[in-house]
């Protein structure tokens, strides 16, 4: 538990949410400023800031639990399709320190933007980022 963390307040119950689902490890809210009808955030109830901090054991349960939760959303919605998204780093959009993965239902022609221009993949960057896994 982190002092100041407020997704560790709501995770544990400390300040309330509106819960979808909770267990031993998890508890899945609805976003305060939903970028579509029925976004939901999983997270973990023992802090962790992002991805990289995360043990093994709380990322393989968290990605069931949110598994789980976005079929009900998605076939209670009656959702066209749905966004896992999992932001780490000011630079990647993280504005909350505590590991959390966003389920975003989206429905046909919404205005939900998650999405990039495709660049070009040069054969020098495909070289140097094999090499990092040789
Ligand atoms: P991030 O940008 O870090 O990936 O996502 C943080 C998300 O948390 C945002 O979508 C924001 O709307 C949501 N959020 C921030 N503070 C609260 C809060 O106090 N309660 C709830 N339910 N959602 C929050
Ligand atoms: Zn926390």
């Known amino acids: 538990m982190e002092e100041n963390c407020i997704f560790c307040k709501i995770a544990r119950g400390e300040i309330p949410s509106a819960t979808l689902y909770e267990d031993e490890d998890f508890r899945v809210i609805l976003d305060l400023g939903p970028a579509s009808k029925g976004h939901a955030l999983v997270l973990p109830k023992t802090h962790a800031a992002n991805l990289f901090e995360l043990p093994d054991e709380t990322a393989q349960k968290a990605l069931v639990v949110a598994k789980r939760v976005a079929a009900c959303l998605k076939e209670g919605l009656h959702a066209d399709g749905l966004n896992l998204v999992q932001n780490n780093g000011a630079a990647a959009g993280q504005t909350v320190?505590?590991?959390?993965?966003?389920?975003?239902?989206?429905?046909?022609?919404?205005?939900?933007?998650?999405?990039?221009?495709?660049?070009?993949?040069?054969?020098?960057?495909?070289?140097?980022?094999?090499?990092?896994?040789?």
């Open 97 to 134: 320190d505590h590991f959390h993965i966003h389920l975003i239902p989206r429905y046909q022609n919404d205005t939900v933007n998650v999405t990039w221009q495709p660049g070009e993949l040069s054969e020098a960057e495909k070289e140097e980022i094999l090499k990092l896994f040789q």
